[in-house]
């Protein structure tokens, strides 16, 4: 069963590769932890157990909920499909974890990672640039930038394909529509359906965004975590700083409900009591 739920994550609910990929894993770790015994004849017994191993491997809180998720998932997907009669998730509770804020860039940094950064001369210099301009211009996804199509920009907005196989559309500034412009002048020679593509003309592939980001980062921040995830961050929270509506905000980071868009108040309110700790006189 854990095959046909795998396919019902990816052909109906359309889950990215990715987010399949890691309820495969988890299955499989489940499986394995189970010694032969099937996960769909697991009792909730069997899963606590599981649970207490890996927090006693030294896995990460985070970690462990991210698998009790894809438990849960799994397990109402069998008694949906009447597999099954009782949920042994039912009783399990996910593991107490710190908040974590938004990890951004400040907006001098971000200022010198376009301006004062010298990128290479042609097409893979532009190509990194432009990079490093759509995720943080836009707040778009990793996983969403490697799929934008040629055809998904109309001059001044691009269309993305989202979470959930959602498409939105965000609006571009002009110098992003001048890059785009230059690019697509210099990447004459890679044809491809892909907007971006490597120097071989290929389609971009996750670890070569990574890369690309966390080495120009290196040059203008000393971050800890230097993902492309960051400048999406980074988007949301400067928007938020420079009086964005946060309905707004979650309408172009193509979140479902507001409560994940809140998240970058809690940086916003930090800033405001930096502000007032240095101007106020009583502060």
């Not at 998932?73 to 107490?96: E, Q």
């Not at 055809?151 to 002009?174: C, F, S």
């Amino acid at each position: 069963m854990v095959d046909f739920f795998l396919s019902y994550l990816q052909n109906e609910r359309r889950l990215s590769p990715h987010t399949v990929s890691g309820y495969r894993t988890d299955l499989l770790q489940l499986a394995d932890f189970l010694s032969g015994k099937s996960p769909e004849s697991a009792h909730a017994d069997d899963l606590r157990a599981w649970i207490v191993s890996l927090s006693e491997s030294g896995l990460e809180n985070t970690s462990i909920n991210r698998k009790i998720a894809s438990l849960r998932a799994f397990y109402k997907f069998l008694v949906r499909r009447k597999k099954i009669s009782n949920d042994p998730t039912g009783l399990l509770k996910s593991l107490k974890t710190p908040k974590r804020l938004p990890v951004f860039l400040e907006e001098k940094n971000t200022v010198n990672l376009f301006e004062a950064i010298e990128y290479e001369p042609g097409f893979t210099g532009v190509r990194d640039k432009l990079i490093l301009e759509l995720l943080y211009g836009t707040g778009i996804r990793l996983s969403e930038l490697i799929g934008i199509k040629e055809n998904d920009v109309d001059h001044n907005r691009i269309k993305v394909l989202g979470k959930r196989a959602k498409y939105r559309i965000i609006p571009l500034h002009e110098n992003l529509v001048q890059l785009i412009e230059q690019y697509r002048g210099l990447k004459k020679e890679h044809a491809s359906d892909y907007l971006l593509v490597t120097d071989k003309g290929q389609a971009l592939y996750p670890v070569f965004v990574q890369r690309k980001v966390k080495h120009y980062i290196r040059q203008v921040s000393t971050l800890q975590k230097k993902s492309p995830h960051v400048l999406r961050h980074t988007f949301a929270t400067h928007l938020l700083n420079r009086g964005a509506d946060l309905n707004a905000i979650k309408e172009l980071l193509g979140h479902a409900n507001l409560s994940a868009t809140q998240i970058y108040t809690h940086n916003s309110i930090s800033q405001l009591k930096e502000v007032f700790k240095k101007a106020h006189p009583k502060a």
